[in-house]
């Protein structure tokens, strides 16, 4: 089998960029790598989940339990990987780059949950996808750490920029804070590494943050060998 990467973090937080930058690194360095992206909008088995995001189920993100809407995710991921990179993955030296996975639930859904139910949830969540979905557990999970109030800030921005509507997680203050402590718990008990994305109240330089992650990935990558 080849290797995972998954990257994830708070809207906002760089995801896409990072994963491009490494994408281009370990091209470079001869790596055979492959860039992958969840939900993937372009396919038909994301429409639950951009009914979910549009708020077809209910215009704030708690209208739809945690379970359930996990599920929309999860099968999105499944289809993909049996339709688009399973073979891909399953060649000697190959890296796969994922731009949210699994571990967007265990940051959006875990959130919805009092503290007291996120154990009985991540369990639940973990064998779901990886065990009886059959999906492949990620070999690295890099968490982009970046504070709420910037997050939403530069959701803001682009969504100004682009013209893009916000869905109902970008627009909910609360719900943001409540993913970011989630992901905290999660990355300090699950293993994710974190990469720290900002300094006070602004964003690091992208190749700032790029260091970081590369130097996580030559670990991983090495240590393989």
């Known amino acids: ?53 549009h708020g077809d189920f209910g215009t704030n993100p708690d209208d739809v339990n945690p379970y359930a809407s996990s599920t929309f995710y999860a099968v999105d991921r499944y289809a993909d990987y049996k339709m688009n990179w399973k073979d891909f993955y399953e060649e000697e030296d190959s890296v796969i780059i994922a731009d949210r996975y699994t571990t967007a639930n265990a940051v959006h859904q875990l959130a919805k949950l009092d503290h007291d139910y996120w154990e009985p949830f991540l369990t639940w969540l973990f064998d779901f996808e990886y065990n009886k979905m059959g999906i492949p557990k990620p070999d690295l999970v890099l968490f982009l750490e970046m504070k709420p109030e910037i997050s939403q800030r530069l ?6 920029e682009t013209g893009r509507e916000v869905d109902i997680h970008e627009i909910n203050t609360d719900y943001i804070n409540r ?34 992650i590369e130097k996580e990935v030559t670990y991983l990558l090495d240590i393989n060998r």
């Open 1 to 53: 089998m080849g290797k995972l990467i998954a990257i994830d973090g708070l809207d906002g937080s760089g995801k896409h960029t990072q994963c491009e930058l490494l994408y281009e690194t370990l091209k470079e360095q001869g790596k055979k790598v492959r860039l992958i992206s969840f939900p993937n909008y372009d396919s038909d088995s994301s429409s639950l989940v951009k009914m979910y995001l």
């Open 155 to 160: 959701v803001k921005e682009r969504a100004k």
């Open 179 to 212: 993913c970011y402590n989630a992901a905290k718990y999660t990355s300090d008990n699950y293993g994710w590494k974190r990469i720290v994305c900002f300094e006070g109240k602004e964003l690091l330089s992208k190749e700032d943050i790029h260091e970081e």
